[in-house]
């Protein structure tokens, strides 16, 4: 018995029927409408480029390149696409919030968890007699490569701090796993739990390994770059696009978002 999970192959698999696909299509538009009407326009254009990123990952590298994307039951492209920006465009936007301390910060993670957990109960109910899509990857030709980057990233920050004397200058490394860890759990959770996620597996500890190892590795690798990028873009422009009256260096916007605390209206 293998018991590094780690090191074991992952399939990452979803059985869903179409009606899930309009279903969460409409979600994203609703979601896209509520962050342009509350001006939070640099996180909308931040989710709508993680869902492109999504996309040139999922299909060019995960199916054209290492050919282990595989599908039955519908077009390899279109629910790809559909997906890389379903769960582009909602991670990155949460991430971003996140990030932010946005002050409606409860009121976000509840839009995405209670769609995520509903969607696959409605499909379910109002599409039951449709025939179901099947779309699988393995892992075991990148994991190494993820977790090259996830090393280079953590590895990075850890230096910067390890040399940063000003404490308050420093990446905040325990809120940046928890949030990467917890936005994959989260997704990969409410689809297990809604039947998608490894839907065929009889195993649960199979079911279990793609949730345990894609919760700590997916989502997280990208945690310190996304982290650069947010204080960066933060550090010139405002969340309506307008530019700060006051620029900061990287250094003074880590210290600014130090100092944010997680708040209500």
Known sequence: MNINLLASEVIAQRVFNPLYIYLDIA??????????????????????????????????????LTGSRSIEGGNLFWVLLWMSMSYGITNFVWIWLWFSKDKYLAEWSFL?????IAAPMLANTFGADLPPIKIQRTTGAYHGYMALILVLGYGAAICYNLFQKDKSKRFPLLWMLAIGVLVQFAWEFSLLVGGIRSAEFADWGQKLTTLV?????????????????????????????????????????LKELNETRVRGE
């Open 112 to 116: 995405i968890v209670v769609w995520w």
């Open 27 to 64: 979600f994203l538009i609703v979601l896209c409408v509520l962050l342009a009407v509350k001006k939070k326009y640099l996180t909308l254009l931040w989710g709508i480029a993680g869902g492109v990123l999504y996309m040139v990952v999922d299909y060019g590298i995960f199916h054209l």
């Open 213 to 253: 190892v894609n919760s700590l590795l997916e989502t997280n690798l990208g945690a310190v770059p996304i982290y650069c990028i947010y204080a960066l873009v933060t550090s010139r422009y405002r969340e309506d696009l307008r530019r700060r009256s006051l620029a900061v260096t990287f250094c003074g916007r």
